[in-house]
């Protein structure tokens, strides 16, 4: 049976509503690819935005995409203090009771009222690498870092589709306390 799996680290950004780019950068506009990321279909962006909060201003946050139903911002624990927001650590998509902020671009701004969270730490597999794991979708697993930094990652949640490439995502704090970069084997323990 399967146990190891590439490590992705995933800097601050955010995707946006249809609508809410719009606002941001003008009727009709279509976001600029510049690079495929991990996961099939979904891509950084050339446009950046920045984020406005009670405390501090983070400039020049990349947006993904494409667009989605909903905007959703996705920080570090130290993003979320230093923009003056308590963060909740969250799956992506669950931003009910999450804090707001103030997004600002060329053309407008967006007053989030929810929607920023600290992603929740995740792994994306295909049916076909569940198998070979043993795993299941919602599974909750525990992994393990090797290395002169390592570490074991508790509480974190597999999320299976026959859309998804395998991989572990992790915030860019959670991957520098590992000392792995995107590309290193991690294990699963069960």
Known sequence: ?????????????????????????????????????????????????????????????????????????????????????????????????????????PKGEVDLEKGVIVAARHIHMSTEDAEEFGLADKDVVRVKVGGIRGLTFENVLVRVSPKFALDMHVDIEEGNAAGVKNGDLVEIIK
Do not use: W
Not at 5 to 15: D, E, F, K, Q, T
């Open 1 to 105: 049976m399967k146990t190891q799996l590439p490590i992705a680290l995933s800097n601050r950004h955010l995707h946006l509503s249809q609508e809410d780019l719009e606002t941001l950068f003008g009727e009709g506009y279509e976001l600029t690819k510049t690079k495929d990321l991990s996961q099939p279909d979904q891509y950084a962006c050339e446009e950046k935005v920045d984020l406005v909060g009670p405390k501090r201003t983070i400039k020049g946050v990349r947006i993904l995409g494409p667009t989605r139903p909903e905007s959703q911002v996705e920080v570090s624990m130290s993003d979320a203090i230093s923009l003056g927001i308590s963060p909740v650590v969250r799956n992506s998509g669950d931003t009910e009771g999450s804090p707001g902020v103030k997004l600002v671009g």
